[in-house]
Structures are given as C-alpha cells and as structure tokens.
C-alpha cells in the first residue's frame, strides 16, 4: 500500500474483470486507506476503515489507486 502518492492497486497485466471488483481494507489494518482515482489525496476519495469494502462496478482494477497515511496497511482485492 502507498504512503504519500497514490498508486493503482493492481499493475497493467491483471485480468479484465466481468462484472465488478471489490476492494477491501485488510481487517488487521490499522489505519484508513483511501480508495479513488488517479488525482486521489490524503484527503480526498472514499475511506475504508479496516474491514471495510466498496465495490466498483469497472472492468480494471489499474483504474483504482489507493493511498494510506501510515505503512504497513493492506488491501484484499476479488475480480468478479
């Protein structure tokens, strides 16, 4: 998970998803991660608390960037 700039969750070569894909804040995170898109801030986007997941009705993952405040947190992520 980045710190300070935000990345794409997944690189360039991950599969097309069919229906959605679901992003999840690992439940043993410790901080909140921020979930958007490219232009995603430490103060902007959607905020998942550990735990917590939204779903993103796209057909690629590269298209979510993810940022925390803090090293160490992770995503899980499901291609539907």
Same mark, same amino acid.
């Given at each position: ?9 997944? #690189?360039?070569? !991950?599969?097309?998803? #069919? ?8 439940? !043993? *995170? ?5 979930? &958007? &898109?490219?232009?995603?801030?430490? =103060?902007? &986007? *959607?905020?998942?608390?550990? &735990?917590?997941?939204? =779903? ?13 405040? #803090? ?5 899980? =992520? *499901?291609?539907?």
């Amino acid at each position: 998970m980045p710190t300070g700039t935000a990345a794409p969750i997944t #690189s360039a070569s !991950e599969p097309l998803a #069919s229906l959605a894909i679901v992003v999840q804040a690992h439940p !043993e *995170n410790t901080d909140l991660v921020r979930i &958007g &898109g490219s232009g995603l801030t430490l =103060t902007s &986007g *959607n905020v998942l608390a550990p &735990g917590q997941s939204m =779903t993103f009705p796209i057909g690629r993952a590269r298209n979510i960037y993810a940022l925390a405040a #803090s090293s160490g947190q992770r995503l899980c =992520t *499901n291609v539907i």
